[in-house]
């Protein structure tokens, strides 16, 4: 296999440890945990796994550890460091005794239901060392929740004599596993189930859990091409580059990738959705940032637009929630009615307000919106191209201005959405130590018998050997939300809080960047040199924990 010489480079990298880690641990137990909300329900469903303790792993006596098998799941959406999780197990488990095996279910928890698995070897895990990805064994996206395939997944465990599963995932994974380990535990089965918290998206978090792993180097990915992107912009001067950030449920992402690259204009939902913004109240902010620079001569800029925009707009939530009621009961009719006289008869079928705001959206917008459904009937969000609907809206009511002798520049508009391109970077040397040490975690966590926990490592604007390592009960993280119509224990979304230090620190600046060309050119993620340069963390963090 060719490699490139970065490749052959990192692969030499030692990822960096918390101190407590090094040598032999103890697990030192809190105060009894229990969950944000809905504590009665939550309890009632979780007997076995409910109410633990806090886990803290410091110094202790070394102890001889009987060999045992642990299997590894990589759950949904890719991100930067899943290999390092797994080395860092694979260490750990080796470690507590060189006879223990780690076994890899292949494409997710599917592969542990069907029995499709892998020994991770040695030589296989060092393939993969500090890379990008989640090729050693792939995802999946099946969803664990049902008793046959706890069943099913129970046997091959059996039959592989694995004593202790760890599942990387994000917060629907982690749900799974806590459901898997609470299965387990009420039948006595004797097989741990522990989580580690995945998502680029930056939306699993809480007091105990400071970051998902990858969603450091996704953002410095995106910072690069959009500092790069700002460069080329204030060269040419003469575009407005709208860019789609991933993010579907949390404006994060955006955020963070603003922080970093100071955009003129940065969108964040959260926002949107609290003061009950409306698309045109968008439109309107954007095309005044347009005008005023246009005033000063400045015919560009930069717009970043986190994906799940639309879903947090109130007026659009509610037009989709009746275009989807509407259309499921009528869809036969829609269909058999001239393509071209499609708009004219739902403009006619709506409520007023609806009417109005799908009769405002661009043709292509409003087709996405009444035609392409996905299996359930509902529209695809995803695939709404947010940046490509606000450009066209803003040059609409750009040229309305140029009548009225409000807008006196000309607007150009570049379309980009990052996406794929950060999800399976090669992790940075925060998120390969971050990872390596979550990996490593969850091996003490099964050494120390415990279940129903996910690998937790904080204080991590601090250098690594200060990281401190240990586990959260998953049950402390759940709620109850309605999901597909019935009431279901999830772990808690993060969303951008409105009150937090990050969101604050842009809200402070932004009509700054609006005005003025304060573009910041971060670069490529940085591998080796100056610790100040490859070790930074996010500026999400080092605002949240003011350091």
Not at 48 to 70: C, D, H, R, S, W
Not at 89 to 94: A, E, N, P, Q, V
Not at 166 to 184: F, H, K, M, Q, R
Not at 411 to 416: N, T
């Amino acid at each position: 296999m060719t490699k490139s010489a970065l490749q052959i480079a990192r692969a030499a990298y030692q990822p960096k440890l918390p101190k407590a880690l090094t040598g032999a641990v103890v697990a030192k137990e809190g105060e009894p945990t229990q969950s944000v909300a809905d504590q009665e329900e939550i309890k009632k469903l979780f007997p076995n796994t409910y109410g633990m303790p806090l886990i803290q792993f410091v110094e202790g006596e070394a102890k001889e550890f009987a060999p045992m098998n642990v299997g590894v799941i990589l759950s949904g959406g890719q991100a930067p460091g899943g290999h390092n999780v797994i080395s860092g197990l694979f260490d750990g488990i080796k470690k507590l005794n060189p006879a223990n095996k780690l076994y890899g279910f292949i494409l997710g928890p599917g592969g542990l239901v069907d029995h499709n698995y892998m020994e991770l070897t040695a030589d296989i895990i060092d393939e993969y060392r500090n890379t990008g990805g989640f090729d050693i064994i792939g995802s999946g996206r099946t969803k664990l929740e049902k008793e046959e395939q706890f069943e099913k997944g129970y046997e091959i465990l059996k039959e592989l004599g694995i004593k202790a599963l760890v599942i990387i995932g994000g917060d629907d994974s982690n749900t799974n596993a806590c459901v898997l380990a609470e299965y387990y535990a009420a039948k006595n089965y004797g097989v741990q189930v522990i989580g580690c918290p995945k998502t680029i998206d930056g939306d699993l978090k809480n007091d105990m859990i400071e970051t998902s792993f990858g969603f450091d180097t996704a953002c410095k990915t995106y910072s690069e091409v959009i500092g790069n992107i700002e460069r080329d912009c204030n060269s040419a001067r003469k575009y407005w580059h709208f860019i789609k950030l991933m993010g579907r449920s949390a404006s994060h992402i955006a955020l963070e990738c603003a922080l970093q690259t100071q955009p003129n204009i940065c969108i964040i939902s959260e926002e949107v959705e609290a003061k009950n913004m409306s698309l045109d109240d968008i439109v309107t902010y954007i095309a005044q940032v347009v005008a005023d620079r246009a005033a000063a001569g400045n015919n560009f800029g930069t717009v970043l637009i986190p994906e799940g925009l639309i879903e947090f707009i109130p007026a659009m939530k509610r037009l989709i929630a009746e275009l989807n009621d509407f259309l499921a009961a009528n869809g036969e009719e829609f269909n058999s009615i001239k393509r071209s006289k499609q708009r004219d008869y739902i403009i006619s079928k709506l409520s007023p307000e609806n009417a109005a705001i799908y009769a405002s959206l661009p043709e292509g917008v409003a087709r996405q919106l009444s035609l392409d459904r996905d299996p359930h009937g509902n529209v695809q969000v995803s695939l709404i191209e947010t940046e490509k609907l606000l450009s066209e809206m803003v040059a609409t009511k750009l040229a309305a201005w140029k009548e009225e002798g409000k807008f006196v520049g000309k607007f150009a508009a570049q379309h980009h959405f990052f996406g794929y391109e950060g999800r399976c970077a090669a992790p940075s040397n925060f998120d390969a130590d971050y990872c390596y040490s979550l990996g490593y975690t969850a091996s003490m966590l099964i050494a120390n018998g415990k279940t129903g926990y996910m690998s937790s490592v904080r204080n991590t604007t601090a250098p690594a050997a200060e990281w401190i390592a240990g586990g959260v009960p998953i049950t402390m993280m759940m709620n109850m939300e309605r999901r597909h119509g019935e009431m279901k224990p999830v772990i808690q979304k993060a969303l951008v809080k409105l009150d937090g230090a990050p969101f604050k620190a842009f809200a402070a600046v932004r009509d700054t960047w609006a005005k003025e060309t304060a573009y910041v050119y971060p670069g490529p993620i940085q591998y080796f040199g100056p610790t100040e340069v490859c070790d930074q963390p996010t500026k999400t963090l080092q605002y949240e924990q003011a350091k």
